[in-house]
T-cell receptor
Framework: AQKITQTQPGMFVQEKEAVTLDCTYD???????LFWYKQPSSGEMIFLIY??????QNATEGRYSLNFQKARKSANLVISASQLGDSAMYFC????????????FGTGTRLKVLA | GAGVSQTPSNKVTEKGKYVELRCDPI?????LYWYRQSLGQGPEFLIY????????DSGLPNDRFFAVRPEGSVSTLKIQRTERGDSAVYLC??????????????FGAGTRLSVL
């Protein structure tokens, strides 16, 4: 069965520093998608970045990059130059590439950026 | 609308009552998902629609939960005989419904349900 594991319940980072949020996954599918979402205290889930299982390059979106290591089944999120507004919950998710395409989410990492 | 809209934003009800939660997806999105999120947890899949039909309802916890999407746009999640354990944030998401893993879901702000 598909599974997402986020082992860091909470992280602190100094403003302007980079931080890595860990995510490992488990699937027997060859085709799948990996996603990161940000959930601020307001509650809305905000899409950040996507990585396809067949993508050879790591995905980047502005200050966000996804460190994709397929053999290790890891999809860590790297946030560069942290800002106070980055303080939020971060969820890693996986979508099956076939079947019903439902997402599976991890338990999240709460990031606090310190001034 | 520009984004996924969920109403109401908050719903307080008494144990045993019936509630309806509404989701208005992004225009043109054929896929619609419902999730439940308990405090400190990630979203838990409930049901997925492709068009008007429920493609996967394996996440619905029991027969008190039901969802419809009669015209392939707005969806309603219905909970009968509510229990205190149903208290959670109910999230709706929509996507283009692309095949493969690349279909990106966009979420609404959620409905916070409190069952007293």
């Amino acid at each position: 069965a598909q599974k997402i594991t986020q082992t860091q319940p909470g992280m602190f980072v100094q403003e302007k520093e980079a931080v890595t949020l860990d995510c490992t996954y488990d699937t027997s599918d060859q085709s799948y998608g990996l996603f990161w979402y940000k959930q601020p205290s307001s509650g809305e889930m905000i899409f950040l970045i996507y990585q396809g299982s067949y993508d050879e390059q790591n995905a980047t979106e502005g200050r966000y990059s996804l460190n994709f290591q397929k053999a290790r089944k890891s999809a860590n999120l790297v946030i560069s130059a942290s800002q106070l507004g980055d303080s939020a919950m971060y969820f890693c998710a996986m979508r099956e590439g076939r079947g019903t395409y439902k997402y599976i989410f991890g338990t999240g990492t709460r990031l606090k950026v310190l001034a | 609308g520009a984004g996924v809209s969920q109403t109401p934003s908050n719903k307080v009800t008494e144990k045993g009552k019936y509630v309806e939660l509404r989701c208005d997806p992004i225009s043109g999105h054929t896929a619609l998902y419902w999730y439940r999120q308990s405090l400190g947890q990630g979203p838990e899949f409930l049901i997925y629609f492709q068009g008007t039909g429920a493609a996967d309802d394996s996440g619905l916890p029991n027969d008190r939960f039901f969802a419809v999407r009669p015209e392939g746009s707005v969806s309603t999640l219905k909970i009968q005989r509510t229990e205190r354990g149903d208290s959670a944030v109910y999230l709706c998401a929509s996507s283009q419904g692309l095949a493969g893993g690349s279909d990106i879901q966009y979420f609404g702000a959620g409905t916070r349900l409190s069952v007293l």
